[in-house]
């Protein structure tokens, strides 16, 4: 099968080369998938650099985090699957940028066949991450405000329809005046340039001082921080993500007395669903130990769940996944090198077949 190789960490321009390789073995629990579409996500972008922390990947690997195919056979215990359509994540987050990956069982999820590529293969990681984070975890309610970091990025796109369709208010952030514009069609009340606006003074403004109820951050570094200034007594800030330097996660930047004053929560969400929160230990779901962190894991019924009403959203036009640019095959390093630089919006897909 042909895929992207990196031969070793670096750049993503530099170090990605399209090579023939041979197709992965599929074990129990798992599934092959003829990829129809890979979709980029920040972490492997930080996985090619070496520096993904959370699932780390000798070099050479193939990187690629989310895929759309179809199932072409299946590891025991997973035959139902053959022939079904399917999102999810390649084992170990990493396989995706290939003709054929290997998925586990467990985060892998059926969409309709009559389902256009662009739009199932924007689905995945923004929506079930957009819903975890908003309802499950931070109790989103209707009627409340939300602030939403980088709204016009794959899951802030998301994140934003599934707010409003729940009675939020939303205040979205985005890096260009283009940017805020999708996030106000999307249904943000108010979109504010945190590049070059004091985000903290305009939600102020835009709240007449009562700040907002919710966060959802998925850039972390200064933006955390200002964050806290915009929320209310019993808001909860999301921290899912560092787009501004995933090094961050393991720093210990609090300032514990804010929490404290603020009388705000921090909600912490990783989206690995697992079968079986009991049995499954650190280095099952990474690879890697952490002794220090206590693993709790979303079950595979709840992303079931999660991912049933993403489906009836869908087919009630509720929601739309938001694609800002598809290419070819050949063109997925350039993809990667436009999605870096910040100059996308929504989903970047990379088309296998066309
Ligand atoms: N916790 C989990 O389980 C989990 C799983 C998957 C992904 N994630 C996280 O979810 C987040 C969103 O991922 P995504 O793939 O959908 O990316 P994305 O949001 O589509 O793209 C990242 C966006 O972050 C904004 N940004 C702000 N500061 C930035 C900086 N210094 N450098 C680069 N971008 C910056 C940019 O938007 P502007 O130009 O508008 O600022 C950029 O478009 C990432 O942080 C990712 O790590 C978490």
């Keep these: 099968m042909r895929a992207w190789v990196a031969g070793r960490f670096g750049e993503p321009l530099d170090v990605l080369k399209l090579e023939t390789v041979d197709a992965p073995e599929v074990a129990a629990g798992h599934i092959l998938v003829r990829v129809l579409a890979a979709t980029l996500n920040k972490n492997e972008i930080d996985g090619i650099r070496g520096v993904y922390a959370s699932m780390p990947t000798p070099a050479p690997f193939i990187p690629g985090f989310e895929v759309y195919g179809v199932v072409e056979q299946a590891g025991a215990g997973a035959e139902a699957w053959i022939g079904k359509h399917v999102i999810g994540m390649p084992r170990g987050g990493h396989g995706g940028y290939a003709e054929y990956a290997v998925l586990p069982t467990v985060m892998a999820f059926e969409v309709p066949a009559a389902l256009p590529a662009r739009t199932a293969s924007a689905l995945f990681w923004p929506f079930h991450l957009a819903w975890l984070a908003l309802f499950t975890r931070a109790h989103l309610q209707r009627d409340e405000t939300v602030l939403i970091h ?14 409003v369709h729940a009675g939020a208010r939303v205040i979205a952030t985005a890096g260009t005046e283009e940017k805020l514009g999708l996030c106000r069609d999307l249904g943000a009340d108010v979109a504010i340039n945190y590049r070059t606006t004091d985000f903290v003074h305009a939600v102020l403004d835009a709240t007449h001082g009562r700040k907002v109820d919710v966060a959802l951050d998925s850039v972390g570094g200064e933006v955390l921080e200002q964050t806290w200034r915009c929320l209310n007594y019993g808001a909860r800030h999301i921290i899912l993500g560092f787009s501004s330097g995933i090094e961050q996660e393991d720093e210990r930047p609090v300032l514990l007395r804010q929490l404290i004053f603020g009388n705000f929560s921090m909600v912490g969400v990783l989206m690995t669903y697992v079968e079986d929160r009991v049995l499954e230990s650190a280095s099952d779901v990474s690879g890697v130990a952490y002794p220090q962190v206590n693993f709790n894991m979303p079950s595979r019924a709840l992303g079931e769940e999660i991912h049933a009403r993403i489906l009836d959203l869908l087919a009630r ?8 640019l598809e290419v070819g095959f050949e063109e997925l390093p350039q993809a990667i090198d436009r999605f870096d630089r910040r100059e996308t919006w929504g989903r970047v897909i990379v088309h296998t077949t066309r």
């Design 150 to 163: 980088a709204g016009a990025g794959g899951l802030g796109s998301a994140a934003i329809q599934l707010a």
């Design 317 to 324: 036009k509720r929601i739309r996944p938001i694609v800002g």
